[in-house]
C-alpha cells in the first residue's frame, strides 16, 4: 500500500538523520537504502542488495506500507509489480534483521520513483464545431482556451500548434505556442469558402526536440454564416479582381423614337435593368427608382422589376443619361447606381435585309488569320456581304455593321469583308451565319454564308495576285530611279549651261550697279544750249541698244554673241558706254543740284566722254566719237580706228568664245574700280 504524502514529505525531511542508523543494524546491512527506480519497471527488478551475518536472518516487515511491492530474492530486494509515478512516487518498506537468541532490529528502506514520459497530452474534445459570422471582426476570439486546453498526466508543459485545410490559410490562428485560443485573423468572405477545419496539435515537447515526444490532436470544424455585407451588383457585371468580391456593371443604352411614346418596356443593350444581392444566401429584395437625369419626367422603372417604360412622348433630339438606383429593402444603406443613356432617333419604317440569302466563299488552307475569303469562282475578289435599307434614298445605311454569329473561325469587319480568324488546318465546308446590325436603330438581319476551305495550288505567273505590299515595294523601286535620273539631267544641265547662266546673271547686276554713277547734268554744263530733248534720246538709244544686248536668251548664248558682235561692227561701236539711266522724273530736279555743285567745286566735276559733237578747243581735251561724226580736217589730233569686224565674220566659234572671255574680264575689272561704264570691242 503507498503512504500518503504527508508521511512522504516527512519521511523525506527525517531521511538524512535516518539514513546512517537504518543502513546499517547488528548482522544485517543494505547497499543502499534510499534507491531510485524509473516507473515502469520490468517484474523482478532489483531495488538494492542485502548483506546478513551468520546466525541472522532478514525478512520484509509486514506492516511496512509498500509491502506488496517488494521481495526478497537471496540476497537482493526486487520489485515484484512494477510501479508507476503518477499513482507512487514512493515506495517505502522496512526489513527485520533478527540473531538467533530471537532479537531483531529493523532496516528502513525508501525507494525514489522517477518519472518517465510515458502519457500523451489528453483534450477534453477531440472534435469542436464552431459557427463564425461573416461578418466577424479581425481578432475577435473563435473558440476560447478553456475549450481547447490540453492536460498531460505525465505534468509536462503543453505546446500546441494550428493547421488548417488548404486555401483558407491565413485566417485562424492562436494566440501562442502555449496558449490555444483560436483568434480571427483575417476579414471572412463567404464567397471564397463558408466552411473550413483546422487541425490543433498539443505535444508534450517543444517542437523540434530529440526527446520522445507524445502528441494530442483536436479538430475544429469552423462553419461560415453569410452576413449582409454587400450591396447589389447590376448585371451582367465583370469582376476586376482576382477574390471575384467587386463587380463592375457596364451602362445601358436604348432608343426611342422622337415624337413617339412606346407602351411597352424599352429594349435595352446590354439587357433589361436587373440586380441581385451578392449576399444570394439572404437575397434580400431590392427595389429600383431613377434618381437623376429625367428631365420632364419622360421616363420611369418599375419599382420591382426593373423595367423602363415612356410617361410621354420627346419632343427634343436630345438624348437622357438616367440614373437609376437599385436599394435593398431592409437596409437602404445597401445601393448601387447604374446609367442609361436613351439615344432619340427618327423612326426607322424598314428593317435592314440581306438582298443575297446565301453567300459562296472559298478560302486556302493553312493561311494566316486575318486573310481574306474570296467569292467562289472568283479567287481575286474578296467576299463582301452587304445589307441594304429601304429607309435611305440609295438603300446604303452607313450605321450596319457586320458580325459572326455562329463562328469563330471567321470575322466580319464593318464594311462586310470576311476574313479567318485562325489558321484553317483541314479542307471542308462551313457554314456560318453572318447578321448586319443598325447600331442607331439596333434592328438586325441575318444571311448564311458557304466558305469552301480548299487545298492552296501552285500559283501559275498568270494567275498571281499581287498584293498591296507588293504594289508598295514597286513603287518605292520605282520613285528611287526617278530620283536618281533627275539627280542625272541635274548634273548635266549644270555642266552644259552653267557657266554662260551665271555670267548673264553677273552682266544684270552690273548693270544695276552702274546706274548710280551716270552723269546727267554733262550736257548742261558743256552745250549750254543743246537741247533736253536731244539729251535724252541720245542717253535712250545708248540704252536700248546695250538693254537688247543684255536680253539675249540664255540658252542660245553662242549664237547670240555672235550676232553681238558683228551688230556692233557694223554700228562701229569703240567707245566707252555708261549704262544706266535715272528716271526721268527725277533728272530735273538732280540737274539743278549738280549745277549748284559744280560752281562751288569746278575741281570733282566728272563729265561724260561720250560726245556727238567735237570741242577742239580746248587743247587737252579728249573725247570719243563715232567714226562718221570725225572732222575730216583735224588732223593728226584725232584717231581714227579701223573696223576690222566684218573681216572677222569667218571667225571660228572659238574666236566668239575667246570675245566673250575677253569681254567677261573687262565686265569683273570695271565691278571690281567701281568704274563708270563698260568697254566693247
Not at 374 to 392: C, E, K
Not at 502 to 518: G, H, P, V
Request: proline share 5%; net charge negative.
Amino acid at each position: 500500500m503507498a503512504v500518503s504524502h504527508w508521511l512522504l514529505a516527512s519521511g523525506l525531511f527525517l531521511l538524512p538523520f535516518t539514513t546512517q542508523v537504518s543502513a546499517q543494524q547488528r548482522g544485517c546491512s543494505v547497499s543502499n537504502s534510499q534507491p531510485s527506480v524509473y516507473e515502469n519497471n520490468p517484474l523482478g527488478y532489483v531495488v538494492t542488495t542485502i548483506h546478513v551475518e551468520p546466525n541472522f536472518t532478514v525478512i520484509i516487515d509486514p506492516a511496512s506500507p509498500d509491502v506488496s511491492f517488494f521481495t526478497i530474492q537471496g540476497s537482493e530486494l526486487q520489485l515484484k509489480q512494477s510501479v508507476d509515478y503518477e499513482t507512487d512516487p514512493l515506495l517505502l518498506v522496512y526489513l527485520i534483521c533478527q540473531d538467533a537468541a530471537g532479537q531483531s532490529d529493523s532496516l528502513e528502506i525508501l525507494v525514489t520513483i522517477l518519472n518517465m514520459n510515458d502519457n500523451s497530452p489528453e483534450f477534453k474534445q477531440m472534435n469542436l464545431t464552431e459557427v463564425v459570422p461573416e461578418d466577424a471582426k479581425v481578432n475577435a476570439t473563435i473558440v476560447a482556451r478553456e475549450d481547447l486546453s490540453a492536460s498531460d498526466a505525465d505534468l509536462d508543459t503543453i505546446f500546441y500548434e494550428l493547421t488548417t485545410v488548404s486555401g483558407t490559410e491565413g485566417y485562424f490562428a492562436i494566440k501562442g505556442v502555449n496558449n490555444p485560443e483560436i483568434y480571427l485573423q483575417k476579414a471572412l468572405d463567404y464567397a471564397k469558402f463558408n466552411l473550413t477545419t483546422l487541425v490543433l496539435y498539443a505535444t508534450d515537447r517543444p517542437v523540434g526536440s530529440t526527446d520522445i515526444t507524445n502528441t494530442a490532436t483536436a479538430t475544429i470544424n469552423i462553419l461560415i454564416k453569410q452576413a449582409d455585407t454587400k450591396s447589389p451588383w447590376f448585371q451582367p457585371c465583370n469582376f476586376i479582381n482576382a477574390d471575384k468580391s467587386i463587380c463592375i456593371s457596364s451602362p445601358y443604352a436604348g432608343r426611342v423614337n422622337i415624337s413617339e411614346m412606346s407602351t411597352e418596356p424599352l429594349i435595352l443593350e446590354p439587357g433589361p435593368i436587373y440586380a441581385i444581392d451578392p449576399d444570394y444566401t439572404l437575397n434580400e429584395k431590392i427595389l429600383y427608382s431613377i434618381v437623376g437625369g429625367n428631365a420632364d419626367d419622360v421616363f420611369s422603372v418599375d419599382a420591382d422589376t426593373g423595367n423602363l417604360t415612356m410617361n410621354k412622348a420627346v419632343t427634343s433630339p436630345d438624348s437622357y443619361l438616367l440614373q437609376v438606383m437599385a436599394t435593398q429593402v431592409n437596409n437602404i444603406q445597401k445601393y448601387s447606381i447604374a446609367s442609361v443613356e436613351i439615344k432619340v432617333i427618327n423612326k426607322s419604317d424598314y428593317a435592314p435585309y440581306f438582298e443575297t440569302k446565301i453567300y459562296n466563299g472559298t478560302v486556302f488552307v493553312g493561311l494566316a488569320p486575318r486573310s481574306f475569303v474570296f467569292q467562289a469562282g472568283d479567287p481575286s475578289s474578296p467576299l463582301i456581304i452587304t445589307a441594304v435599307d429601304d429607309d435611305f434614298p440609295n438603300k446604303v445605311n452607313p450605321n450596319i455593321e457586320y458580325y459572326i454569329k455562329n463562328s469563330t473561325d471567321f470575322i466580319a469587319t464593318k464594311d462586310g469583308l470576311i476574313l479567318t480568324n485562325v489558321v484553317l488546318q483541314s479542307p471542308g465546308m462551313v457554314t456560318i451565319e453572318a447578321v448586319g446590325k443598325d447600331t442607331v436603330s439596333m434592328q438586325e438581319a441575318s444571311t448564311v454564308i458557304v466558305v469552301q476551305v480548299i487545298l492552296a495550288a501552285a500559283v501559275t505567273p498568270s494567275d498571281k495576285i499581287y498584293t498591296a505590299q507588293d504594289m508598295a515595294i514597286l513603287g518605292g523601286t520605282l520613285a528611287a530611279l526617278l530620283l536618281i535620273a533627275l539627280l542625272f539631267l541635274g548634273v548635266m544641265i549644270y555642266k552644259r549651261y552653267g557657266k554662260p547662266v551665271k555670267y548673264l546673271i553677273r552682266k544684270r547686276f552690273s548693270k544695276e550697279i552702274s546706274q548710280a554713277y551716270q552723269n546727267q547734268s554733262y550736257n548742261q554744263d558743256e552745250h549750254p544750249d543743246v537741247s533736253t530733248q536731244q539729251h535724252e534720246t541720245s542717253e535712250s538709244g545708248n540704252v536700248q541698244s546695250m538693254t537688247h544686248v543684255l536680253e539675249q536668251p540664255a540658252l542660245s548664248l553662242p549664237s547670240s554673241n555672235a550676232e553681238v558682235v558683228h551688230s556692233l561692227s557694223k554700228a562701229s561701236i569703240a567707245s566707252t558706254i555708261t549704262f544706266a539711266q535715272e528716271e526721268k522724273e527725277k533728272e530735273v530736279g538732280e540737274e539743278k543740284e549738280e549745277e549748284e555743285e559744280e560752281e562751288t567745286e569746278p575741281e570733282k566735276e566728272v563729265k561724260s566722254i561720250l560726245k556727238t559733237d567735237r570741242h577742239v578747243a580746248d587743247d587737252g581735251y579728249k573725247a570719243v566719237w563715232f567714226k562718221t561724226d570725225v572732222d575730216p580736217d583735224a588732223g593728226e589730233r584725232v584717231e581714227v580706228i579701223e573696223n576690222n569686224a566684218a573681216d572677222d565674220d569667218g571667225d571660228s566659234d572659238q574666236d566668239l568664245q575667246k570675245n566673250e572671255e575677253d569681254e567677261k574680264e573687262d565686265y569683273d575689272e570695271d565691278d571690281h574700280h567701281s568704274g563708270l561704264g563698260v568697254s566693247l570691242a
